[in-house]
């Protein structure tokens, strides 16, 4: 399984809009996009959820882009959890 990660990069104004044009590009054509963050390659499928945060606390203003979706491995857990879910479901009803 993939490591949990949390990391933030500051780009300058010119770099942050290359990565969006990129970013526009890669969405109007339905093809992924990667960008690296702090060393890492992130591959944003085409497919993923797009959504706008805005936070606002404390004099401190938020606004964020985001891009969602799961990986393979987190879909294969999920899965699983939910296998093991169906196998307690189903051994509760017999025993009952």
């Not at 500051?10 to 969405?27: G, K, M, P, Q």
């Not at 497919?47 to 985001?66: C, Y």
């Not at 699983?80 to 196998?87: H, L, N, S």
Request: a negative charge; glycine letters at 4%; zero cysteines.
């Amino acid at each position: 399984m993939t490591e949990d990660r949390d990391t933030e990069v500051i780009h300058e104004v010119s770099s942050f809009v290359a990565e969006l044009r990129r970013l526009a590009d890669a969405l109007e054509s339905g093809e992924t996009f990667t960008i690296n963050v702090d060393g890492e390659d992130v591959t944003v499928p085409a497919e993923a959820l797009f959504s706008v945060a805005h936070e606002r606390e404390d004099g401190e203003v938020e606004l964020e882009f985001q891009m969602s979706w799961s990986t393979f491995e987190d879909e294969e857990a999920e899965d699983e959890e939910e296998d093991e879910d169906d196998a307690d479901d189903k051994k509760e009803t017999e025993s009952a």
